[in-house]
């Protein structure tokens, strides 16, 4: 398959990813922004550190590049960390790839279908307008709207995914958080607008998705990576209680409702289908299940 590079390759995404990709016969290599002793294929560079960029692609020489590395948390408080690692950060790997010798043959841009906002009721597809509602949102906007300036120059493709979870996510997600209450037998669990609605996959179905956009490379395309099925939170918590076996109660924390929430992310994943072939992520049960049970 030939070697491929993956930005924030020992993040959470990253890892399953690179276990994908290796399943299938890609010689994995990566970049991230910690220290790794005794990995002979990873390097710590930082996407704000141009020479650096330069160096490790020059020294990896990647066939394909799948750019997760970026700050994905929305609550995260510096909006100046947005901008700086998602949108420049990104400028900066896109001009070390194409000062390279040799050029990739598909370079898989993660970005977020946050970027669609709040405004839009139904299912949402590629041609929806953009409207985020935020600045992580606004920083992967950003990002998809540079990268076209570099789409004469490198085969890019777009991801958007819709939200997904598995084992190892942080617990800052709202997802992970509710399993750990529920793995240390916490009796309450504090949580924000339980009245909220997202598509949510299987972070293992989601590095399929990519390893084999990366593998098609329709080089130009935006696509989305998602179920087409939205779960409220009131229904992952009473999943959760099934799987488990008893309940939780549930305070609502004023502090934790965000006045710019999303409040109900579906999406269409026809034309992902359309470029990969079948496709699907497990049932939320099923993940949850493979969460709690761990």
């Known amino acids: 398959m030939g070697r491929v590079l993956i930005t924030g390759i020992k993040g959470f995404t990253g890892r399953y990813v690179a276990a994908e990709l290796e399943r299938h016969g890609w010689d994995v290599?990566?970049?991230?922004?910690?220290?790794?002793?005794?990995?002979?294929?990873?390097?710590?560079?930082?996407?704000?550190?141009?020479?650096?960029?330069?160096?490790?692609?020059?020294?990896?020489?990647?066939?394909?590049?799948?750019?997760?590395?970026?700050?994905?948390?929305?609550?995260?408080?510096?909006?100046?960390?947005?901008?700086?690692?998602?949108?420049?950060?990104?400028?900066?790997?896109?001009?070390?790839?194409?000062?390279?010798?040799?050029?990739?043959?598909?370079?898989?841009?993660?970005?977020?279908?946050?970027?669609?906002?709040?405004?839009?009721?139904?299912?949402?597809?590629?041609?929806?307008?953009?409207?985020?509602?935020?600045?992580?949102?606004?920083?992967?906007?950003?990002?998809?709207?540079?990268?076209?300036?570099?789409?004469?120059?490198?085969?890019?493709?777009?991801?958007?995914?819709?939200?997904?979870?598995?084992?190892?996510?942080s617990e800052s997600f709202l997802l992970p958080k509710i399993v750990s209450h529920f793995r240390r037998g916490e009796e309450v669990i504090e949580l924000g607008n339980l009245d909220v609605w997202r598509d949510f996959s299987d972070v293992r179905a989601v590095a399929e998705a990519y390893r084999r956009l990366l593998e098609t490379c329709p080089a130009g395309a935006t696509v989305n990576v998602c179920s087409g099925q939205t779960h409220s939170l009131r229904e992952v918590i009473s999943t959760a209680e099934e799987i488990c076996g008893r309940p939780i109660r549930v305070q609502v924390n004023p502090a934790f409702v965000r006045a710019n929430e999303v409040k109900s992310l579906c999406g269409d994943a026809s034309m992902l289908r359309s470029i990969i072939g079948e496709w699907a992520t497990p049932p939320l049960a099923e993940t949850l299940r493979w969460m709690l049970e761990q």
């Open 29 to 169: 290599c990566g970049i991230g922004s910690h220290d790794e002793v005794g990995d002979a294929r990873y390097r710590r560079v930082d996407l704000l550190d141009s020479a650096g960029l330069r160096t490790a692609i020059a020294e990896f020489q990647p066939d394909a590049v799948v750019h997760l590395a970026a700050i994905a948390f929305v609550g995260h408080g510096d909006a100046d960390a947005f901008y700086a690692v998602n949108l420049i950060g990104t400028r900066n790997l896109l001009a070390a790839l194409a000062a390279c010798d040799k050029t990739p043959e598909c370079v898989l841009l993660a970005s977020s279908a946050n970027v669609y906002g709040n405004a839009i009721e139904g299912v949402l597809g590629e041609a929806s307008p953009p409207n985020p509602a935020n600045d992580y949102a606004v920083s992967k906007l950003g990002m998809e709207y540079m990268a076209r300036l570099w789409t004469d120059k490198l085969p890019i493709v777009v991801a958007r995914p819709f939200n997904y979870t598995g084992v190892g996510q």
